[in-house]
């Protein structure tokens, strides 16, 4: 396996003790990290890598991503539209003024 340009890590909101408080889980985090993942594949970009974390602690603005090494944090991507906004900004360099938390 060749070292990714990107990472995308997908709030899943569990804690410490193992339950999902948040609302990324519970805002369907999960399912989307599945057409993210498609979209990717899709668009051809084999040198962006998905994982999902536990919680992120951004909870009031999520569900909730980050892609590294931009270090740019994501919110309320709660839809394939929202994905495709994030997957936009990795293909152009410059995040999404939408999503974008400052």
Sequence with gaps: MTKP???V???????????PQGVCNKGGSMQLMQYLEEE?????MADVSVSSTGCLKVCDRGPALIVYPENWWFGHIDSEE??????????????SAEHVIA
């Design 40 to 44: 990717l594949a899709d668009r051809g």
């Design 5 to 7: 340009k990107h990472h």
């Design 82 to 95: 929202a994905i495709d906004a994030v997957i936009d900004s990795i293909e152009s360099g410059k995040p």
């Design 9 to 19: 890590f997908v709030c899943g909101s569990f804690r410490a003790n193992g339950t």
